[in-house]
């Protein structure tokens, strides 16, 4: 699906990613995680092309639409719209002005598989902060078939929230996803493979190398 071949990523003097490689399979999933200010979040901008690596190359497979979740859903908490013109907007218009019956159709089966189909025509401010990472994540999963990106899914949410998004995103086995996330503990629960970054330091392997590795130490004193 996707390779990413000795990545560097510098801005000016300041050197952000350096010399990362990794790769991610079909229906994988990769956690990645790290230090604060470590690059995870200029990686992630370059594997989405917003940014060009300086050095190495990022390559996928075969050409791929990608669904985004930013850290902050790109929709305001007070947006005045339904949950499913929410999800809609996650689609390219097939005219200037309107969307096809098919995108139409494609939102609101998203919308069932996120468990949110019921609050289709409730304004988006008034769902739960569950129920609007669930229909932010229906949105993303509607500008794509194959790979999903999510930053910091679970920011805002409370646990109850968190346990079930990570239940509906292991329900995804024909997806695959790349979380930045800086839960340490759902990436060992979940991740297929880690990527680690750290200050001049990285790792990229299985949750079960990740332990090994002795990088829980960067976690104050690793996963519970």
């Known amino acids: 699906m996707l390779k990413c071949k000795d990545v560097s990523i510098k801005y000016e003097n300041f050197c952000a990613v350096h010399d990362i490689s990794f790769e991610v399979r079909d229906c994988e999933c990769l956690y990645i995680v790290g230090e604060n200010g470590s690059g995870k979040t200029s990686l992630?901008?370059?594997?989405?092309?917003?940014?060009?690596?300086?050095?190495?190359?990022?390559?996928?497979?075969?050409?791929?639409?990608?669904?985004?979740?930013?850290?902050?859903?790109?929709?305001?908490?007070?947006?005045?719209?339904?949950?499913?013109?929410?999800?809609?907007?996650?689609?390219?218009?097939?005219?200037?002005?309107?969307?096809?019956?098919?995108?139409k159709n494609k939102a609101l089966q998203k919308m069932r598989e996120m468990g949110v189909f019921e609050a289709r025509n409730k304004c988006?401010?008034?769902?739960?902060?569950?129920?609007?990472?669930?229909?932010?994540?229906?949105?993303?999963?509607?500008?794509?078939?194959?790979?999903?990106?999510?930053?910091?899914?679970?920011?805002?949410?409370?646990?109850?929230?968190?346990?079930?998004?990570?239940?509906?995103l292991a329900q995804l086995k024909d997806m695959t996803i790349i979380i930045v996330s800086h839960d340490i503990n759902g990436a060992l629960k979940y991740a297929d493979k880690m990527l680690y970054l750290g200050m001049g330091d990285s790792f990229f392997g299985t949750p079960d190398e990740f332990i090994k590795s002795g990088k829980l130490s960067s976690f104050g004193g690793g996963a519970k």
Do not use: C, M, W
Request: charged share 25%.
């Open 124 to 168: 988006f401010r008034e769902l739960s902060g569950g129920q609007r990472q669930r229909v932010l994540l229906a949105r993303a999963l509607s500008a794509t078939d194959s790979l999903l990106i999510l930053d910091e899914p679970l920011t805002g949410l409370d646990f109850a929230a968190a346990e079930e998004l990570y239940k509906t």
């Open 44 to 103: 992630l901008k370059a594997i989405l092309g917003l940014i060009h690596v300086s050095e190495g190359e990022i390559v996928f497979d075969k050409k791929t639409d990608i669904g985004y979740l930013s850290q902050n859903g790109g929709v305001k908490n007070d947006f005045p719209a339904s949950a499913f013109e929410v999800v809609l907007s996650g689609q390219v218009k097939k005219t200037k002005f309107f969307y096809s019956k098919e995108q």
